[in-house]
């Protein structure tokens, strides 16, 4: 494996703000929880809903497709927009359309105008994605940013943990209308947050309203093919989702029929891997600001997503279920210290005015990639066990990773000749006047 050497960074862009909004970051940060606890409190009540409506599997996956596939189709419309549009047009926007799209859920009936309306649900997530992971980088100085993402992970996280609890007890409590007119009201946290933030992006204004007078240099416009570092980052981060997407159909059946699971441990060992993520993005934001060069943040994400699998490898031979924990707790803290390097690799080498649609296609991709692991997963627990299936998931993500370390040092290589050339860093996609970081 190449080792990684001090030098500098291939981005050639300003260096965020003079000082880090944070104020901006906590408005983002706290809308992107709510909203994605909103998000998996739809989920979560849909699904009962469909079920209790005697709907069959296949209304269920037709549910998850139509909150998945808007993320991938749309990802180069939204990530262009997302580009070219005022950033608080399309959070107001986006967050009131949400909101109505949810009030009409409230009320519908029929299992495909449902499926229909989380597929409008979905494109509106497709946009404000992109928008908000765009915004952040232009919130704060290049050397708070991993910090930034901390936050901006733990928001996440806590959304992702929220959402089915609370629409467990809402259900409970009062069928599935009541948590659906909640998730609509939390959209309306992005439109609060699109009008009190005041970086700004997208459209003709600067991305982090500096002062006037402060230039940008002219970029060409920027493809993820012509940068091999992000080519290696993006191609690895989606295979390896779709090697272990099979475990989100797999875990149920492990957890519970082979190793005899409570439902009560089946929450636990389920909420392990979430809650890793939030020690590994702050363990990462303190060491990536030590990551000089950017070879070393792909090497470092390598690394990270072997961990990942190894814990999915692990976690498929012990005995019982209660092992499993630790397994899903030290896979959470690698992927969420991977998060944190892929955001700043991506913020580094994406030129300012492309970061929109950069967000998108890396998020597409990694949807899409997961996509493939749900159908994966769901035709071969036809044909075999969960617990080979588990332990399937975890050696295809480490040959995946190991397949991806020859084509990553040829990218490494590729962009440090790119780089020592005449012209400049003609590697990394964009006109480079004067390196800056």
Known sequence: MTTFREMPTTSALPAGPPTSRWTDVGFATAA??????????????????LQSAGAGGLAVSALLLAATLPLVVLAPLTGRLADRVDSR??????????????????????????????????????????????????????????????FNQTAATIGMLGGPALAGLL?????????LLVDAASYLALVLAGLVIRTRRGGARSATTAAPGDERPVVRAWRLRSDPL??????????VVGALGALGVVEVFYLRETLDASATLFGVVTAAWPFGILPGAWLLARLAPRFADDAALLWGGLVLLAVCCLMVLVGAVVPTALLVVPCWLLGGIANGGDSVLNNLLLTRRVPEAARGR????????????????????????EATGPRPLVAACGVAGLLVVAAFVVPAARAVRSDRQSRSAPDGAAGAGWATPTPVR
């Open 32 to 49: 992107r929880g709510i909203s994605i606890c909103g998000d998996f409190l739809a989920a979560t009540a849909l699904t009962l809903a």
């Open 89 to 150: 047009t399309l959070l107001v926007g986006a967050g009131l359309a949400q909101a109505a799209v949810c009030l009409g859920l409230a009320y519908a009936g029929h299992p495909v105008l449902i499926v229909a309306l989380v597929a409008l649900l979905a494109s509106g997530l497709a946009l404000t994605q992109p928008v908000l992971a765009a915004l952040l980088p232009a919130m704060v100085r290049t050397e708070d940013l991993p910090r930034a993402s901390a």
């Open 171 to 179: 259900v409970g409590q009062f069928g599935t209308r009541v948590p």
């Open 230 to 239: 992000l080519v290696a980052m993006v191609g690895t981060m989606a295979t």
């Open 358 to 381: 950069a967000f998108a296609v890396f998020g597409g991709a990694t949807q899409g990639a997961a996509m493939v692991g749900y159908l994966i997963g769901g035709l071969a627990l």
